[in-house]
């Protein structure tokens, strides 16, 4: 090997960690503002979401004020009681990657859950359904098949506040939603500030790509 190549291979291997440094800091960048993945741990969103599939979730448009709108699929926060117990302890890989969004957290108690009132609205469902917002029934074909519109738990009329939403999942037998959380602080709404983001698309696995639009 000549000596300018040497130096070549020298330099390679000196700048390998900055180049590496540099990549993770640009991923720990898009992880904070812009888009995070998130792992759908239960069956509460079949058949739109199934368990183990990745949605990536937009974290970037509630910077620029846009807030939570009906009919999205939102990830947010546990408001305090929705999540039983303590989480499985990551691996010490699972951490890292986690931290700078190249993988779902493990350790992070959040929830998946579609958009059904907004603050001002009020939400109710008897009987077998539909649900109604501000006494209009809504149209929900994405509701699991076989499942009614409330599930085995009718509620409301809900006033839901300013700043906060009504949550369910689609498959309304399934899903520890708002109707289950009435008796906690709150009164079942999830808080705005404690939304993550939109969960725009599911990017895993490959058979199952699809966007996820906002359902009317």
Known sequence: MTGEGRRKT???WKE???L???ALLLALVIKTFFVQA???PSDSMQNTLQAGDRVLVDKLTPWFGSEPQRGEVVVF???GGWLPGKAEEPNAVQKVLSFVGLMPSADEKDLIKRVIAIGGDTVECSGSGPVKVNGKALDEPYIYPGNTPCGDKPFGPVKV???KIWVMGDHRQDS???RYHQNLPGGGTVDEDQVIG???VVAWPVGRWATLPASP
């Open 10 to 12: 020298r330099s390679f």
């Open 161 to 163: 506040p300013s700043g």
């Open 77 to 79: 926060h546990d408001p």
């Open 198 to 200: 939109r969960a725009f």
């Open 20 to 22: 590496l440094g540099i």
């Open 38 to 40: 998130f792992s759908i």
């Open 176 to 178: 520890s939603d708002s």
């Open 16 to 18: 390998l960690p900055i």
